[in-house]
């Protein structure tokens, strides 16, 4: 028996000795693989690893982030290194930018400097987290300067990359400057995703901001306070629709000790095709994709662009026949002078076989309404609001009605009524 408990022991020692190196190997066959999947999902930020040198208990790489601006055509490489460490279950990669994280000759860190990690694990999870302490950066040309709080954050990636959850908190920063100064405190951001199919997620997150002060030089500081902004993005049953809304919350701006508030604004997306909305920004991604590659020089491939156009148009052609609704459900702005209210809603009805093989545009079958409802005092009170309103109030398209002015709104058959008035729209789709 005892002989048996050796070689069991002595079983446990050669695999425990031996998983550094494998999971070594398994980490660089998951960073080629991440490396792969971010070049080709996106054009914008390409990553190039330079040298992989894989060992037992550890390993050391060298890349390159190169980020391309789109409209110049111009890439920024920026060059570092990485430590990784071999454990029994995964890998840590801590990564440090080649020169340093400030510039030959200044120190945005003064108390330590940041991390940059990748946490690695056998059986698919990710974490990537940054660790920032204090930063200050100065612009003796322009007299800017930007300062930040420690901060904390973190990406966690599942499921062979399926799913996702991210989390930042940032208590503080400002930006400073000749003409205006700004300050942001308390910063919190989660978001969890879930792969649908293609380039469908779907999934909920929030974005809170405690306060954001703007103050101009000689004038009076303008307070936002309590600012969120909540995504919710969710499947039918059958995974077949989506239904997606973003909520924008502002609880009230202050200025010269007067405030006014709550100020709401709703964005949604309902009952759109699974299948046509993913078709569609494939597409649009695609042409997108093409027009980086070809730089502000040069012009994408005529047949690959004509192929992601037809994409476009088709897909959008089956999002319309499959019924749809997008706009704002939901507008209201707190004001000195009253609210102002509103709301714009498109529809689309979902169309048989034969409807749909009789299709000549999307627009023939789009139905939808809008109303806005502003106080009479905000117009007379502001010259500029006054200016941007008078041509609507000319053609008749916001009337008076008590103390506010309307506008009514009804979109059918390739015509708007507003408030009465009949106005033909041109078939753009």
């Known amino acids: 028996m005892q002989k048996k408990w050796m070689i069991a022991g002595a079983s446990v020692l050669v695999v425990a000795g031996a998983m550094p190196w494998i999971v070594g190997f398994v980490t660089q066959v998951q960073w080629q693989k991440a490396t792969e999947e971010v070049n080709r999902s ?28 789109p409209d110049t055509g111009e890439s920024h490489h920026l060059d570092y290194t990485a430590n990784v460490s071999h ?23 003064p108390d330590s400097e940041p991390r940059l990690t990748l946490e690695t694990r056998l059986w698919g999870t990710a974490t990537v987290e940054l660790e920032a302490p ?35 908190v940032w208590p503080a920063l400002s930006l400073s400057g000749p003409e205006v100064d ?32 703007v103050t101009p030089k000689a004038e009076e500081p303008v307070n936002f306070r ?25 609880e009230e701006i202050v200025r010269a000790n007067q405030s006014y508030g709550p100020h709401r604004l709703t964005f949604a997306l309902e009952d759109l095709d699974v299948a046509s909305w ?64 509103g709301h714009a809603m498109i529809r689309h009805p979902e169309l048989s076989a034969d409807e749909r093989a009789g299709m000549l545009m999307v627009m023939q079958r789009l139905a939808g309404d809008m109303s806005l409802s502003v106080p009479t005092a905000l117009v007379e009170t502001y010259p500029d609001v006054r200016l941007q309103l008078a041509p609507l109030i000319k053609q008749g398209l916001l ?14 058959d390739l015509m708007v009524n507003v408030n009465g008035r009949e106005i033909p729209l041109p078939p753009l789709l």
């Open 42 to 69: 996106q054009p914008f930020v390409r990553m190039e690893t330079g040298d992989y040198r894989r060992g037992v208990l550890g390993s050391e790489l060298r890349g390159s982030l190169v980020l391309q601006n």
């Open 87 to 109: 454990g029994v279950t995964g890998s840590l990669l801590d990564f440090k930018p080649v020169g340093g994280w400030s510039p030959e000759g200044v120190d945005w860190f």
């Open 134 to 168: 204090t930063m200050t950066m100065t612009n003796e040309a322009t007299g800017e300067s930007l300062n930040t709080s420690g901060g904390l954050a973190r990406v966690e990636i599942s499921d062979a990359g399926s799913r996702a959850e991210a989390l930042m």
């Open 182 to 213: 700004i300050r942001i405190a308390d910063i919190h951001l989660e978001q969890d995703m879930e792969h649908l199919v293609g380039d469908v997620w779907i999934g909920a997150g929030e974005l809170d901001v405690g306060s954001l002060v």
């Open 226 to 250: 309590d600012f969120s902004l909540t995504s919710a993005t969710a499947a039918s049953a059958d995974e077949s629709r989506i239904d997606s809304t973003v909520t924008i919350k502002l």
């Open 278 to 341: 993913s078709s569609l920004t494939g597409g649009m991604s695609d042409l997108q994709t093409m027009v980086v590659q070809a730089g502000p020089d040069g012009a994408p491939e005529p047949e690959r662009q004509m192929a992601a156009m037809e994409q476009v148009n088709q897909a959008l052609r089956d999002l319309a026949a499959s019924g749809f609704s997008v706009g704002f459900p939901e507008l209201s702005l707190s004001t000195p002078e009253g609210t102002v209210t």
């Open 399 to 412: 009337i008076e009605d008590g103390d506010q002015l309307v506008m009514e709104a009804v979109m059918k």
